[in-house]
């Protein structure tokens, strides 16, 4: 018989991506890790930074073009999911809200929060919110323009050393 | 399922130690699992979280949310947290004798 395997005690998760989609994921999967009792850590960089930005947290968007999966399958279009959203219909003006606005009712019927009270309820729940120095450089952000839910700003090397025996995953 | 000592009486549980019936539940009960879970003694904190997941699942089918629970003032997330250590969710509804709890937030 082989041996159970090691549970998982600690996970970091990096988003470097600002569409809702980008960064629902790792806020997912870093509250229900702490839900199940592991250390749980969210390392937002590059455009990812846009969910921790006070002025910009709270209009991510669906990013409606380039996406081959995304389909008229939407609860308010009703056709089917085998039938592709033209990503040049994504590129008119209003779309990309649209589809936003859809998506965020869809959410809140599943009891889904929003970003800033996801990351509140994030760290509530002791997980802990890093943000990349050197995307902070980049766009010339410093902590003040961040939500208060985040805990650091992190070089790469501090973000290992703080990982330190935690599964990494990038999302 | 097997069947369990706890508490003076036998129940039915689950695999992971979850009561298969909700109603043979009381605060005996509760107390025996939240030691087995390593929370002692259950406090009144604790028993009022446990009676609202309890009304809440009475009434909807299913324990609520940790977020709802936050957003209805019955118990702030952080406090949760610290009233269940090491997965409040999970915890506080096997205490309370619910199944496992089914959704992923």
Redesign the interface.
């Known amino acids: 018989m082989s041996e159970q395997p090691e549970p998982i005690k600690k996970v970091s998760l990096i988003v470097s991506k600002g569409s809702l989609v980008d960064v629902y994921p790792a806020l997912?999967m870093g509250?229900?890790a702490?839900?199940?009792?592991m250390e749980a850590s969210i390392f937002f960089t590059f455009f990812g930074l846009g969910a921790l930005i006070k002025k910009t947290q709270n209009s991510l968007k669906v990013a409606t073009v380039g996406n081959p999966a995304m389909n008229m399958a939407m609860p308010m279009l009703k056709m089917p999911i085998t039938m592709p959203f033209p990503t040049l219909l994504g590129a008119i003006p209003g779309v990309s809200n649209f589809a936003t606005w859809m998506m965020k009712n869809e959410m809140e019927n599943l009891?889904?929060?929003t970003i800033p009270e996801f990351l509140e309820?994030f760290t509530?729940?002791?997980g802990e919110v890093f943000a990349c120095k050197l995307a902070m450089d980049m766009f010339k952000l410093t902590k003040d323009d961040l939500c208060d839910q985040v805990s650091s700003v992190l070089t790469v090397g501090e973000f290992y050393e703080r990982s330190a025996g935690a599964s990494i995953i990038f999302t | 399922m097997t069947t369990k000592e706890l508490a003076g009486i036998s129940v039915d549980v689950d695999a992971e130690g979850f009561l298969t019936d909700h109603k043979v539940w009381n605060l005996d009960l509760a107390a025996a699992i939240a030691k087995e879970e390593g929370i002692d003694p259950l406090t009144d904190r604790h028993v009022d979280v446990l009676n609202f997941m309890r009304k809440e699942f009475e009434e909807n089918g299913t324990a609520p949310?940790?977020?709802?629970m936050?957003k209805l003032n019955v118990v702030?997330?952080?406090e949760l947290?610290a009233l269940f250590?090491?997965?409040?969710?999970?915890k506080a509804a096997k205490i309370a004798g619910l199944g496992k709890p089914q959704?992923?937030?």
């Open positions: 997912v509250n229900g702490r839900m199940e009792g009891d889904i929060p309820m509530d729940a002791g | 949310s940790i977020r709802k936050n702030p997330t952080k947290y250590p090491g997965g409040p969710a999970k959704g992923c937030i």
